[in-house]
Structure formats: C-alpha cells, structure tokens
C-alpha cells in the first residue's frame, strides 16, 4: 500500500530547481546532521522558503535550523539515501541507547524537480511516520517497502523513537525561494486569527489518540534493541549504483511524460538509457514499472536488435536500465501540421523493423499492447520498439492502450491478442507514410462499454476514417490493407508481414 498524490499535468517546461530542506528536530537528528559527512550538503545561512511562520514551532526547530542540511535536485541526483552506513547521501546515526536502531538504509528521499514533490521510501526493517504539519493530518504509517508521495508542505518524518526530523518541499516559484526562513526581530508577524474568530482555522493541533506528553506516538515501531542487525537494503543490479560519483553522470532528459522520464546516461564509458517512474508511490505506476521490468527480463536473454533491451534496474529507486538508441522517436519527428516528416527508406525501415520486433515478441509469447509512433525510435540505420509497461503475457482482458491505435476487436471481444499490435502498427504506418497526421486522443477505451457513450461514437467514426485512408494507400504498401483488415481472423499476423516485407524486391538493402 502506499499514498500517492495525483500528479499534475507534464507541462513540458524545464525541471524546476526545488530544493528540500531537512530541519533536525530531535538530539539524535541534530547529532547526526553534524557529522562531518553531512557538511556538504549544510544549508546557507539564510535559508530560502514560502512559509514564513516557522517560529511557531518554537525553540526546538530554532535549535536544528543552523543544521539544516539541503537537497537540490539535478540532473545527476536521482536519490537521497538515509541510513548508518557512511556511503549514505545523509548517515544518521543515534546518540543513545534510548533511540531508534538506524538501519544501514533507513530511507530514502526521491526527488522530482518537475512536480515539487519527493517520494519517501522506507527501506528499513520497522515502521516509521509522516505527518503533514500544516494540514495537522494524522500521522501515515510508512511500513518495510512501502512509500509516499509528500508536497511543497512542512512534514514530520519520525524514523523512529528520538530521531525526528522536518521536512520542508518548496513551490515551484523561484521568487519565493528568496524569502528567508527566518524572519527578522523587526519583520512583523502575520496577525494570528483570535480564538472567537469562527471563520479561522483554529491554530491548536489537533490531538492524536494515544498520545501522552514527551511521548512519540508510533514509539513502538522501533523499540531500540540493538539485538537486531542493521539490515542492508540490496539492489538488484550488477553495475555501480549511476548516481553518484564522477564515473556515472546524467547528460540530458530524452523523453518526459506524467508516467515516466528517460534519461541518457554516461557510465564508465558506456551511454545507457534509464527510465524512472515519476510517481514513485503510486499503485498504478508500481504495477506498470513492474510489469515493464518482467516483461523485459522476460526477453532479455534474447537480446533483439529491434526492441529496446533490458540491461538492469534499480528496485528501490524504480528505475530500469536500458540500451541508449540515439535517434528521436517518430511522435518528434513531424511537421508543424502534425504530419509524418520521414524519407522514403525511412518508412521502408520503420515498417520493416518494427513488424520484425512484433514478430519476436509474439514468438516469445508477448503482447506490445501500445505500439505508436512516441515507443517507436529511428536511428540512422534501424527502428526500435520501446515502452513495455503495458504488455502481457499472452492475451488477457483490459482496456490500456492509446485509443486511436486500438482495434476494433475490442468492440467484440475485451481479451486482447497479438492482433491488436498488427492493427495498431498498422494505423502507425499510415501516419508514416503521409496518409493521415498524427492521430490523437478523442476518447478513453473503458468507456466504449457504454452503448450511448461518446467514446463508442467517437471509435467508430475514426474506424470510418481509417477505412477511407485505407483505399488511398500507394501499391507498394498494398499489405497496409491486409494490417487493417477488421476481421482479427482475416488480418495478417506478424509472422507473415515479416516474412512478406523481406521479400518484397522493392525493398532496399541497408
């Protein structure tokens, strides 16, 4: 289980510097945010934020405040981790016997400049809290693995009994970032709303059941025994962790959506391509990268040359590890009209190397479910088909998909099949090659159930459209029509198209 929050619209902009600050709150916090492997990441002096009312936790945050470490997300920095071992981005470690047993990672912060917001990890062996300050939420139980998606607020991150810690998400505004933290003696404080003001929202918290004076309220999530082994959160990946160091470096973003964001990747040498879930502590976006990483370790030992391959991951982090294809994918390579800008061998290798790739992947027993022009990418001497996030094992029953590319074998039947990704290149190939501009999104395919539903309307009037561009299609990509057939059972399989489009005389060799 985790708590995402629903993120907001890809704008498209460039990341937004949004640093987060951490405050020490308690003895053990502040102890171990002096350490002297803590000092380069020490916040200025005068520390920028929105919020400008502070001093109402009174004398403990003024205490931690000139320890206040910052964390400024960047290209290069994918993750903070927190723990005991001295390699953390942030080692913390207990002053007492009387605290928490710090694992040797403990958490970890994972940043998203484009959204102001982090995803808090738990990468421990015990429970610990998150409590939204200035909401006064209750406090949000983080079990082993689980995580969650925190805004530009003030939180509370309890990692155990006397290791406290405030967490401060700026906006994305650049001007706010100039205010200070703290407040002159001779700046003048907002006026507080008076205690018969019913209009005001009332300034006590609110009190948690359970909760006693001087008394962490999830105290019995870590006890303190150190009868317990720190334990090490392992990453399932051969090569040197990408994130830090000068070997490892990110040299620019590839692609950007609200699921997803790639990066190129210079490590030791080799470019790699590593794709990273944006909403980390979200469910659905859990499912999807997991269901990516077994697809694709799946086919890995196979390494096909035209399907983007797996060359490992990151689990805690969500990220996967990928061959670098340098090329752009078809969806940016368009005119300003929206139409296909591809040359004539071009459109000849795209449709020669994807139906190789679906041919594979069908042989393998796998369905693309999303082929279009964005998950397919041309270099100078190949097509690769990319996003495996929605692909199954075999056919099974779901609406996922880009609706334009979908067959109309859903209308029939839910359970979607190898077929489906014939239809879907072949709807590919028309924007390829000129016939139609590049199609998009009218309507949201679970909604085609509702017989009176403006999605059903809107798939059969582009299914109309579809077969008109079908008798317009140029005799030299005559099989386009045998892709588009309506009938699942009429149309070509991946097996035959392959073999078809090596064949054809007219084709040009590489």
């Known amino acids: 289980m985790s708590f995402p929050l629903t993120p907001p619209p890809d704008t498209g902009k460039e990341p937004i510097d949004t640093p987060i600050y951490l405050i020490p709150l308690s003895?053990?916090?502040r102890f171990s945010f002096q350490l002297q492997a803590n000092q380069k990441r020490l916040a200025p002096s005068t520390i920028p934020s929105h919020i400008s009312d502070l001093e109402d936790l009174g004398p403990v945050w003024r205490a931690g405040v000139s320890n206040a470490l910052r964390l400024a997300p960047r290209l290069e920095t994918t993750s903070y981790t927190l723990g005991s071992d001295n390699n953390s981005d942030i080692v913390v470690q207990t002053k007492t016997e009387d605290e928490c047993w710090v694992n040797s990672q403990h958490c970890q912060l994972i940043p998203d400049p484009d959204r102001a917001t982090i995803t808090v990890s738990n990468t421990s062996t015990t429970t610990f809290t998150v409590q939204n300050m200035d909401e006064r939420d209750p406090e949000l139980e983080i079990s082993p693995k689980q995580s969650i998606s925190i805004s530009q607020r003030k939180w509370y991150l309890t990692l155990g009994r006397g290791l406290k810690i405030l967490v401060i998400v700026l906006p994305p505004d650049p001007d706010i970032h100039q205010r200070p933290l703290i407040q002159s003696r001779s700046s003048k404080k907002p006026a507080r709303p008076r205690s018969n003001d019913k209009t005001a929202p009332s300034s006590t918290p609110k009190k948690t059941p359970g909760r006693k004076k001087g008394r962490n309220v999830r105290s019995r999530n870590?006890?303190?025994?150190?009868?317990?082994?720190p334990v090490v959160f392992t990453r399932k990946i051969n090569l040197p962790i990408p994130t830090r160091g000068e070997s490892s470096r990110?040299?620019?973003?590839i692609t950007s959506t609200d699921r997803t964001r790639v990066f190129k990747f210079q490590h030791y040498g080799t470019v790699v391509a590593a794709k990273e879930s944006r909403n980390a502590g979200s469910n659905s976006a859990a499912e999807v990268w997991e269901n990516e990483k077994a697809i694709l370790e799946h086919l890995k030992g196979h390494q096909h040359q035209y399907i983007t391959n797996l060359i490992n991951y990151d689990e805690p982090l969500r990220i996967l590890y990928l061959d670098y294809i340098a090329g752009m994918d078809l969806e940016k390579r368009i005119t300003p009209s929206g139409f296909s800008m591809t040359t004539e061998d071009q459109k000849h290798i795209i449709w020669t190397d994807i139906s190789s790739?679906?041919?594979?992947?069908?042989?393998?027993?796998?369905?693309h479910n999303d082929v279009k022009p964005p998950n397919i990418i041309l270099s100078e001497e190949k097509a690769v088909l990319c996003d495996f996030g929605l692909a199954t094992m075999g056919p099974q029953e779901h609406y996922w998909g880009t609706a334009p590319y979908v067959s109309p074998d859903i209308l029939v039947d839910e359970k979607r099949s190898e077929s489906g990704d014939i239809w879907a290149l072949g709807v590919t190939m028309l924007f390829v090659i000129g016939l139609i501009p590049l199609p998009k999104r009218d309507w949201?395919?679970?909604?085609i159930t509702n017989s009176e539903s403006r999605a059903l309307f809107s798939m059969n009037r582009w299914l109309q459209e579809i077969r008109r561009t079908c008798v317009r299609i140029p005799e030299k990509f005559s099989l386009l029509r045998r892709m588009l057939t309506e009938s699942r059972e009429e149309r070509i399989t991946a097996t035959q198209l392959s073999e078809s489009l090596t064949h054809r005389s007219h084709l040009k060799v590489r």
């Open 27 to 29: 003895k053990s916090a």
């Open 357 to 367: 790739a679906l041919e594979f992947l069908h042989r393998e027993g796998v369905i």
């Open 222 to 229: 870590c006890q303190g025994h150190k009868a317990r082994e």
């Open 250 to 253: 990110r040299e620019e973003i």
């Open 444 to 447: 949201n395919i679970k909604d």
